[in-house]
């Protein structure tokens, strides 16, 4: 039975490596416009921007938490379910390909310039900031929506060409399946995401400000 679920999922990638591989281009292009945007952000702008932060990490040192650890994960839950269903249904209309393209572009570019921004404004200790607060659930957080960009895309694709070629039979009802079961595994990965932001991240994060502010 493993052997078997290796083997499908072998085959599944080497079928589909150059969506894999162009869904990875396009998250990383996102990332590296996110670091291209704080660049070319001028100056008011930029202490605009750092000022909401200082004030998050002053209102975080004053006052504790402002949110819970529960909260956090709930709401980082609840967040990526919302985006991967609107994945899953611009797959099912068919026309929502370049959406799906924007949508992982976008969360590249949010990436990108979180970690450019920080390092930008804070140097060594902004490197250290976006390692312990954005790196640990991005480490999963990155692969998921890779994988959900291209499923999505897989199968948008595989409505087009039953559509566009009708003389041939392609069944529905299988693909789709394999759609919803891919995304409840995702679900659940992006609940690992969200224990380790609220619990880890936010933990780091806190002894970080402390130490910063104190």
Not at 128 to 140: E, H
Request: glycine residues 8%; charged residues 10%.
């Amino acid at each position: 039975m493993y052997n078997t679920s290796q083997h499908l999922l072998i085959g599944h990638i080497k079928r589909h490596t150059t969506i894999y591989v162009f869904t990875a281009i396009l998250f990383l292009t996102g990332i590296v416009f996110g670091a291209i945007l704080v660049n070319s952000m001028d100056f008011v702008q930029k202490q605009n921007l750092f000022f909401y932060l200082e004030r998050f990490f002053t209102q975080q040192t004053n006052e504790g938490e402002v949110i819970g650890r529960q909260d956090i994960f709930i709401q980082s839950l609840l967040y990526h379910i919302k985006y991967l269903s609107f994945i899953i249904l611009l797959a099912l209309s068919m026309i929502g390909l370049p959406i799906i393209w924007i949508m992982i572009f976008m969360k590249g570019l949010v990436v990108g310039f979180s970690v450019g921004f920080m390092v930008n404004q804070l140097g060594g200790q902004g490197l250290l900031l976006s390692t312990i607060s954005i790196a640990p659930q991005n480490l999963l957080i990155i692969p998921i929506y890779i994988i959900a960009g291209s499923v999505a895309m897989i199968f948008s694709i595989g409505l087009w060409q039953k559509l566009l070629l009708k003389h041939q039979y392609q069944e529905v009802w299988p693909p789709f399946i394999r759609l919803l079961i891919t995304f409840a595994i995702l679900v659940v990965c992006t609940a690992l995401a969200a224990l380790m932001e609220a619990y880890l991240s936010n933990t780091l994060l806190l002894e970080w400000i402390e130490r910063y502010h104190g």
